[in-house]
């Protein structure tokens, strides 16, 4: 008997022109929208501007200035402060997550969505309802620090406080992003772990530690990382609590990374200077990252 001839599978010479053709449109998104305008901005930041727009190359003389810039440190020290603080959030959302996936509890949906609503609320709205939350003299907050005896500052106008404030207001608006997230990973934990560990007489809180958690750090390292890019990000919702200078004379020393760029660009109308802060801001962010995905093997959970 002969054997059985195996039909051979053959690729056409021109698969590879069809493949490209239909994520051709994709990496021209890419390319036009995220990495044309690293590359600009890394241009710009060499540069000098003019008051009518000319340029002049300037070599690393707005590098150099930036790490001369107390303005800089601080504005870094607040955004450090910012995200650790936000950063909170996420133990706080596993516990809220292990809550709400719990069987039999009521209304579990209708929690996740109010939970869910302030991510989705527009920061200027959520800043206008906490400023006057936070207000020096009729605020909710300082009228329950007054029921303990507690004199409240104001907490938008003073230095020190204001990124607190606003860092406050980033926690629990984050708060429901990082819930869903790490509910959906809740479910993807075999029940029969924790039936196993019942028989063997394991409590919940015992539950939760060696099993909750370990089975879960995939979505909390998923979090951690969306949450870090986001907090040095920080631009919107600090503007609309704490205004502009004009207005809030303790912005200067409450000011993010990202604000202090907007400051150089748009208001001091130093556009090579601001390519630089975005650029130091850009490898900030990479760097940032790139240890947490380094750190991520020692602690994260992987089948």
């Given at each position: 008997?002969?054997d059985?001839?195996?039909p ?9 022109w069809?493949?490209?053709?239909f994520v051709?449109?994709?990496l ?6 995220y990495?044309?305008?690293?590359v ?6 060499l ?14 003389e ?8 107390p303005n ?8 450090l ?12 959302a ?30 200027t709205?959520?800043?206008f ?8 003299d ?13 004199d ?17 207001v980033?926690?629990?608006s ?6 869903i ?7 993807n934990i ?13 409590s919940?809180?015992r ?5 909750t958690?370990?089975?879960?750090t995939?979505s ?6 969306v ?15 704490l ?10 020393k ?5 604000y202090?760029f907007y400051?150089?660009?748009f ?23 790139l240890?947490q ?11």
């Amino acid at each position: 008997m002969t054997d059985a001839v195996r039909p051979t599978s053959r690729r056409a010479p021109h698969d590879g022109w069809w493949a490209l053709l239909f994520v051709g449109p994709l990496l021209l998104g890419i390319g036009v929208f995220y990495l044309w305008p690293i590359v600009q901005t890394a241009g710009f930041s060499l540069t000098s501007f003019g008051v009518f727009g000319d340029a002049a190359f300037a070599g690393i003389e707005n590098y150099a200035r930036l790490f001369t810039e107390p303005n800089f440190y601080l504005s870094l020290g607040n955004t450090l402060l910012y995200t650790a603080i936000v950063l909170v959030g996420v133990p706080i959302a596993v516990g809220l997550a292990s809550i709400l996936n719990l069987p039999g509890l009521r209304f579990a949906a209708v929690y996740r969505v109010l939970f869910f609503l302030p991510y989705v609320a527009m920061p200027t709205a959520i800043a206008f309802v906490w400023r006057i939350i936070f207000n020096g003299d009729f605020g909710l907050v300082n009228h329950a620090l007054g029921l303990v005896g507690i004199d409240g500052p104001y907490w938008t106008s003073t230095p020190g406080f204001a990124i607190v404030a606003v860092a406050i207001v980033g926690l629990w608006s984050s708060l429901g992003f990082s819930m869903i997230v790490l509910a959906a990973g809740l479910k993807n934990i075999p029940p029969e772990l924790y039936e196993a560990a019942s028989l063997d007489g394991a409590s919940r809180w015992r539950q939760f530690r060696a099993i909750t958690v370990p089975l879960l750090t995939p979505s909390i390292f998923f979090v951690t990382i969306v949450t870090v890019i986001a907090c040095f990000q920080l631009f919107d919702l600090l503007y609309a609590i704490l205004g502009t200078t004009a207005t809030n004379a303790s912005l200067p020393k409450s000011m993010s990374l990202v604000y202090y760029f907007y400051q150089a660009g748009f208001v001091n109308n130093e556009k090579g200077f601001a390519a630089a802060v975005a650029m130091v801001i850009f490898v900030i962010i990479g760097c940032v990252t790139l240890i947490q995905f380094r750190m991520q093997r020692r602690w994260v959970h992987n089948d």
